[in-house]
């Protein structure tokens, strides 16, 4: 007892701040790891690290050998499995605001109108039954998305949206890319999502969008062309069977530069399941 009262008043201040930012740093990791394949995978490493000890102290030569090269060479493999968490975690350091900018430096006015335009679009591309993906770039850049397609470049607007998903046409299989208030690219290609526990329902549609906004921060709305249902896919989690209503208030949100970035459909998600 007496050995933790000394502990405990030997603690600097220093020592407090420290052991909060490994919290820190630990919290974050958890949650960027949380229901992905990752969580599974540091699972097993767990095993293998419980394992590997328990083999050495009881003189398991043969096993320990084997596991302690094993956990060596892992390192590197860890790297390569762990490639798409890496690269999302560095993503999440990047967008912080001590390195970027706001995506929606869009001035107020101009928010309702955008979100309208959009909305007019899906509202109108639903109620005809037409297939459509759009993918909104947040703070993590989709240039190799963009180079994918076509170059658009072109004002936000409900006519250009309609047109570019008309059966058909060139450009209507692929998604549709928009920065700010800027149609970037059409008929673009997306990675499909690595969840294998979707939904024999959801089509290729939906997972490309749930495969994009797996990879980044950016939002996708998809119009499903055999019900013309609109979903939105955020951070690899499909909401389905939003009104305009709903869609019109995720869109402002996501807009407003003050607007929390994260978990801009919970209360829509929460309505559906």
Request: glycine fraction near 6%; include cysteine.
């Given at each position: ?28 990791l ?19 690290l ?8 009881l ?13 060596t060479?892992?390192v590197?493999?860890l ?12 993503e999440?350091i ?11 430096e ?7 109108s ?15 039954k ?5 993918v909104?770039?947040?703070d993590t850049?989709?240039?190799e998305?963009?180079?994918t397609g ?38 673009c ?17 939906h997972r ?16 499903s062309?055999?019900?013309?249902i ?6 690899g989690?499909?909401?389905r ?5 709903a869609?019109k208030?995720?869109?402002?949100n996501?807009y407003?530069?003050k ?12 309505r559906?399941?």
């Amino acid at each position: 007892m007496q050995y933790f009262a000394n502990l405990f008043f030997k603690i600097r201040l220093r020592d407090v701040i420290d052991i909060l930012i490994v919290a820190f740093a630990f919290y974050k990791l958890f949650m960027l790891i949380r229901e992905t394949r990752a969580e599974q995978l540091i699972k097993g490493i767990v095993v293998l690290l419980i394992a590997t000890k328990l083999s050495e102290v009881l003189e398991l030569y043969t096993v320990f050998w084997i596991l302690e090269k094993t956990m060596t060479v892992g390192v590197l493999a860890l790297l390569i499995v762990f490639q798409p968490e890496l690269r999302r975690a560095l993503e999440v350091i990047g967008r912080t605001r001590f390195f970027t900018k706001s995506l929606a430096e869009i001035k107020n006015e101009e928010i309702d109108s955008i979100s309208n335009e959009i909305v007019e679009a899906a509202a109108s591309l639903s109620r005809q039954k037409i297939g459509a993906l759009i993918v909104f770039e947040r703070d993590t850049g989709l240039n190799e998305v963009v180079d994918t397609g076509t170059r658009i470049n072109g004002k936000v607007s409900s006519g250009l949206l309609i047109n570019i998903f008309i059966p058909n046409t060139p450009l209507h299989d692929g998604a549709v890319i928009i920065r700010e208030d800027v149609v970037k690219a059409a008929g673009c290609f997306l990675p499909l999502t690595d969840n294998m526990n979707l939904s024999k329902e959801i089509g290729t549609r939906h997972r490309a969008a749930l495969g994009i906004t797996e990879r980044s921060d950016s939002i996708a709305i998809i119009v499903s062309e055999e019900t013309g249902i609109i979903s939105v896919a955020e951070n690899g989690i499909l909401t389905r069977y939003l009104d305009i209503n709903a869609l019109k208030e995720i869109l402002v949100n996501m807009y407003k530069p003050k607007s929390p970035k994260p978990n801009l459909l919970s209360k829509w998600r929460n309505r559906n399941e």
